[in-house]
């Protein structure tokens, strides 16, 4: 049989804790408190048995959504930054031409990756320590290092394989 549950008194009690689990997430104050009040307004319609769990389960969930998505947003202002640098007006053609080149090489390597690979190497790029990386994750911190590694490798050979591709191609 289900309880009734006062949502006040809920909210007044668990509200800190759970910005001060997403603030840990995603490392921004007022983004933290924004997704903790997303995450109430979802119960409010959901209505769960257990909130407390759900709550914090979805404010995971959410967390991993904004992480990827800031992600996905870093990797398009690259983009556009270097897009940008090659709009320019060219002070050395050729200079410009190799540039291009390289960043096409990069991005075709990029893309050989698996998301998860891409993730971690552009967090890792990004300035994030392994602990914020394997919070945005969701992989242990002793994973991260590993992890990271394989992927600069794998980012690494991807990279030599499209050199040599593009060579034998000339």
Do not use: C
Request: without cysteine.
């Amino acid at each position: 049989m289900s309880t009734a549950i006062d949502w006040d008194a809920l909210y007044r009690s668990t509200l800190p804790d759970l910005v001060r689990f997403l603030h840990r997430k995603v490392w921004d104050a007022e983004r933290a408190r924004d997704l903790a009040q997303e995450v109430f307004v979802r119960a409010l319609r959901e209505r769960p048995e257990r909130p407390r769990a759900w709550l914090f389960t979805v404010a995971a969930n959410l967390a991993r959504d904004e992480a990827r998505t800031a992600v996905r947003r870093r990797r398009h202002l690259t983009l556009l930054k270097a897009e940008a640098e090659g709009a320019r007006a060219p002070d050395d053609p050729a200079e410009d031409a190799e540039r291009a080149e390289r960043v096409r090489q990069l991005r075709a390597a990029l893309d050989t990756l698996s998301e998860r690979d891409r993730e971690i190497l552009l967090l890792w790029d990004a300035g994030l320590d392994y602990r914020e990386i394997a919070e945005r994750t969701g992989l242990s911190p002793k994973a991260i290092g590993t992890t990271l590694a394989r992927a600069r490798k794998r980012l690494v050979d991807a990279h030599a394989r499209g050199e040599e591709d593009d060579a034998a191609h000339r």
